[in-house]
């Protein structure tokens, strides 16, 4: 539905090089990458607010590159909303059908029904900026799904958010999705990627660096930047457990234990924090220190005890292994 | 404290204000039928009219010109931007009279804008227009630094959101980045309109004659005396605080409710 062919662009100092990927009818494709790499400027293209330097955008097959923003039938919804702040909430909802021309009479019909399925018909009167956070991410969304758009573009939309109204948000969005909407979001949140999106889409420093089933990549990441990226909080010499090559596991996937047992690493608890109701130890195997997380049950370490270290061979992810 | 300390100082330069407002008032109104004599000379009344025509043209000018280009520099990052910026800023870094010379000598018969002009019948020596142009050369800066301001503050994403809602970037300029800085563009209209009727060096070098204001008053000052050109300086001040009054009351309405971000 959506082809990127070696797209490039330079923005001031910022660069996207050599960018390729493709997007289906309706998939949830998620965008991940820190901070900076270049995750807004692949929606602002798909979207039309740049045009690359090179490469070329196809949409449905079409060139993009006659075609302006306005006519592309693009819905985006940014992470601070971008509300109209000098309109009424029906205002901004009915905003791109004024410019489709639709009839006023429809216009408020239609207004009112998204409205209503999205649990604000009763803030049509009201200004933005008396919104909660949740309300004013409904109606951006409202005011995107008005035009009916073909894709819709998140721009981290959840961000702001507590953890309650985020969660009825992404299953908004997991309901849009169901629907038959082909769905790009950006974001740096694991937990959403993992619950959201059908493929994930890595990039840093400009470069699209892994694309795949969101499965795929959270199990075989294949930089070792982008597994600390998604959690892999341990990446050391697979020697150490009789692999060859960077091997990278996550710190809840390791066990210890107070007594000997085969195929164990002997090791020593350097330190043990508390993080809500995980504690996060940390333990030196002589050559690597190893992060990990356990729950309250999983008994007690004390800093500079002996402990036994136990990875699951099920556990470990080659760096870089298709 | 502190606070006591910021209303003992910022109470001097409003003290200043107020006691030479108070002096003129007083001076002139212990003499009132001389006033009204000089109040309802036809000249003066006139000459009043005149400078603020004059400045509403220059205004009217600016607010076509001078919104696009504060559209532009609010919205560019590029080293041209800057160095436009730069220039725009330049009427209010030199000495009026420099501003007149520099206008007398792009506007006189000869010079490069004026030569062409006068040939197809636009005379700016002793003109209406050279006043206007005039003005619009001082006040060009006070117009388009307050409106790219409020330009900036408008969010590009909201015109981006826009767009993709199927605004072209002409209608996104019309329904969303105009309304967000009708606050901006009446201040910088009213400042603007100010700065013009005030200004005397610029435009006596290429306008002496017909006379604005200023020129009057310094006319009077030097023909007939402190009494005379204090009478027709009042007579301003009671008609620019009504005009300018009623201005910033109607610009604080119109602005409020469109511009927070």
Known sequence: ?322 | MFLFCCALLGALPVGLILLALLNITLGQLSDPEFLWLVATESEVISTIILTFFAGLCAVVILMIVGTPLAYLLARSTTRTSKLIGTIIDLPVMLPHTIAGILVYLLFMPNGWLGAPLSAVGIAFQDAFFGIVVAMLFVATPFYVNTVQEGFVNVPVHLENAARTLGASQFTVFRTITLPMTLRHISSGTVLAWGRSISEFSAVIMIAYYPMVISTLIYNRFMTGGLKESSAVAFTMIVACLLIFGALRFISGRIGGKYDRV
Request: proline share 3%; with cysteine; hydrophobic share 40%.
């Open chain 1, 1 to 322: 539905m959506i082809e990127f062919e070696d797209v490039s662009l330079s923005l001031g100092e910022f660069s996207l090089k050599n960018c390729s990927l493709s997007i289906e009818e309706g998939e949830f494709l998620v965008i991940m990458g820190p901070s900076g790499a270049g995750k807004t400027i692949i929606l602002e293209l798909i979207a039309g607010l740049h045009d690359p330097d090179t490469g070329v955008i196809r949409i449905n097959g079409a060139d993009m590159r006659k075609i302006p923003t306005e006519k592309r039938g693009i819905g985006i919804v940014y992470q601070d909303y971008a509300l109209f702040p000098h309109m009424s909430v029906e205002e901004n909802i009915s905003y791109g059908m004024k410019r489709k021309h639709t009839p006023r009479e429809e216009q408020k019909r239609r207004s009112l029904e998204l409205a209503d399925s999205f649990g604000i018909g009763h803030l049509l009167n009201r200004r933005p900026l008396t919104l909660s956070g949740g309300e004013a991410q409904r109606v951006a969304l409202c005011r995107a799904l008005a035009v009916k758009p073909s894709i819709l573009l998140l721009d981290e939309p959840y961000a702001a958010l507590d953890n309650e109204t985020r969660r009825d948000c992404v299953a908004d969005m997991k309901k849009l999705h169901k629907g038959g909407l082909t769905i790009v979001q950006v974001t740096h949140s694991l937990d959403e990627a993992k619950s959201l999106g059908t493929r994930i889409v890595l990039v840093r420093d400009g470069r699209v660096v892994q694309t795949g089933p969101s499965e795929e990549v959270f199990m075989h990441p294949k930089e070792e930047v982008t597994a600390r990226f998604l959690g892999f909080e341990n990446i050391f010499n697979g020697k150490e457990v009789g692999l060859d090559g960077r091997v990278c596991v996550r710190s809840e996937d390791i066990i210890l234990h107070t007594e000997a047992s085969e195929k164990c690493l002997l090791g020593t608890v350097l330190s043990v924090e508390t993080n809500g109701a995980l504690r996060i130890c940390h333990v030196d195997i002589g050559t690597v220190i190893l992060t990990v997380t356990m729950g309250k049950r999983d008994g007690d370490y004390l800093e500079g005890s002996k402990v036994w270290v136990d990875i699951p061979k099920n556990t470990i992810r080659m760096i870089g292994a298709e």
